[in-house]
Every structure is written in C-alpha cells, then in structure tokens.
C-alpha cells in the first residue's frame, strides 16, 4: 500500500455536518458524556466476567468478547469525532484515514460475526440443552472465537487495502464523520467497479448471512419456547434471548439501511447518523442492555463494587 501516492492527498477535510453548525456543540457535549461511559461500562462488564467464576460460561465469554469489540469500535472514530468537533480545522491524515478505515470495519465486521455466534450459543443453550455442555465446550468456543477474529480481519485488511489502490485523483474533501469504505470507492475516480462488487459480496456475507442465521435461530427458539409448559420456563427462555434480540436491532438496523439499501435512496446526511448510531449508540447501551435485563450480571456487578469500595 502506497500512501506517498500522489493521487491521494496528505490528509483529508471532514466535512462532517458543516451544513448544520449548530448541531456541531451538542454532539460534541453528547460524543464527551457517552464515550467516557461506553468505556467505562465496557470495562465493567469485562472486570465482572473475568472476576466472578459463576460467570464462567459461554455466553458470558461471548459477551466479553462483544464489549472488547464494542470499546476498539468507538474508540476507532470517537476520539477523532471529538478533535474535529472542538476545532475549527476538521481534517485527518491519509495515514490517520487508512488506520482508523482497517480498525473500524474489523471491529464492525468481527462483531457481524460475533452477534450470529451469540445466538448459536442461545439455540444450543435453549434448544439442545441436554448437549449444551458437550457442544458449547471451552475449546469449541475458542475456536469459533478465534476463526471470528481471523475471517473479520482477514475480509478487513483485504477489502480496505484494495480500497486503498484507488486513484482518488486529489480529491481532499469527504461529506462525512469518519473515512469509509464506500464513500473512498464513490470519490475515486477511474475503474471501481471491481471495489463497488467486492463491496457488496462482503456485505452479503458480514451482514446478510449472520442476520439470516440469527433469524432462523430465533425461529427455531421460539418454536421451543412454545413447547414450554410452565410460564417460568418460557419467561427464562425469553429473558435469555431478549437482550441479544435488542442489541441485533441496534446494530444490523442502521447497518442494512446503511449497506444493503440502493445508494440512490440514501440521503446525503444518513450515513453520518448512523455511523454514529452504530458506532457511539451501540456501544453505549450494550453494557446496560445486559446489566439492566440479567440478573447474574447485576448481582456480581453489585459484588465488584461492594469490594471495591469495601477496599477503600
């Protein structure tokens, strides 16, 4: 990868929502208040898993992995929001551009992946319960943990150095809040067809496919819930998958209407939104989502702070 290529430019001018002004102070006084506690909440959410062995189960394994991607996800584009946000020189360096372009569609792509293992996890648990332990093993989940990170930084590294080769001809100024993929493929100049399909294939299978496989594990959930006599055992079962099910909605709603809609029916202002959306939302409410609906997750969550300032 070239970055002294001449037909890119030293760094780039966000130009962000430069056609509002007035929106630029709240979302810098909002960016300042939710980054602090999606890293906070993130963290607690680790500290708690790691140091409660009743927590010591798949689906809490899982879920570490999720606020680890989550915490890497904001930080690749918040900090950077903040800096252009709070000064009068919006710009970021090609260099700046292309590491926060690899960090932030690893991140968004891992967590595609993860999501769908999630609900896996919740299908085996709910719908095979007598094989759980056997299938769900440590090791099993190691390994679909580790060919998670391997597939989304591989589909990552590739797709966003290809984008990188792309004559961008001096163009200098991008309409958005952080450097993309689709936006660098729609400046570039010369022949990007090859990019705008490697674009939609990787689409269709980081955001398609997991979301069709979490739909079908729902289905194949509910019609078990069902099958349930007593009402304590469904309300369980739903209560397992209904912080899960929020958080798929969260994120693969602005990601569907974001990648898989016609470009023509995008608006100029939408993708700035729901990057945002996906990229500070999210990962702001996760931490509460499963806090505030699990009650294994409260209780060592009170633990951890009784001890804390029990040491003080």
Known sequence: MALNNKSHPDEFILLGF????????????TLLVTYPMAMMG???????FRLDPKLHSPMYFFLTNLSFLDMCYTTSIVPQMLVNLGSSKKTISYLGCAVQLYFFHLMGGTECLLLALMSLDHYVAICRPLHYTIIMNQRMCSLLISLMWLSGMAIAVSQVTVTLQLPLCGISKLDHVLCEIPLLIKIACG???ANELMLSVVCTFL????????????????QTVLKIK???GRKKAFGTCSSHLIVVLLFYGPAISMYLQPPSSITRDQPKFMALFYGVVTPTLNPFIYTLRNKNVKWALSNLMREIFNSK
């Open 191 to 193: 022949d990007k067809s």
């Open 18 to 29: 430069a056609d509002h002004p007035w929106l630029e102070l709240p979302l810098f006084v």
């Open 207 to 222: 955001i398609a496919v997991p979301f069709c496989l979490i739909l079908i594990s729902y289905a194949c959930i509910g």
């Open 230 to 232: 007593s009402f304590e």
């Open 42 to 48: 993130n963290i607690a959410i680790i500290l708690v």
